[in-house]
């Protein structure tokens, strides 16, 4: 293969990776939009069944932060 042909080569690869990240980028702004519809959605129809838990703090294990959370959907109180 001549260093003409693999410049051809890599050029065209070049090509064809910025094509897939320009769609993939278009692909994350569509999935991110339909997440947020879905999260809104749970936000607003779960029927919550808060839990009251600690966990602890990752600075030597010492202080239990106190957290809520629903037992179904996972949202926490400050996500609300």
Request: charged share 30%.
């Amino acid at each position: 293969m001549t260093d003409e042909i693999k410049m051809k080569f890599i050029i065209n690869y070049k090509d064809t990776l910025e094509q897939e990240i320009i769609s993939m980028k278009n692909k994350l702004i569509q999935y991110n939009i339909e997440f947020e519809k879905v999260q809104k959605f749970i936000l607003e129809n779960c029927q919550h069944e808060w839990i009251d838990d600690h966990i602890d703090q990752m600075d030597g294990y010492k202080q239990a932060i106190p957290i809520r959370y629903c037992d179904k959907c996972l949202l926490t109180a400050t996500d609300s």
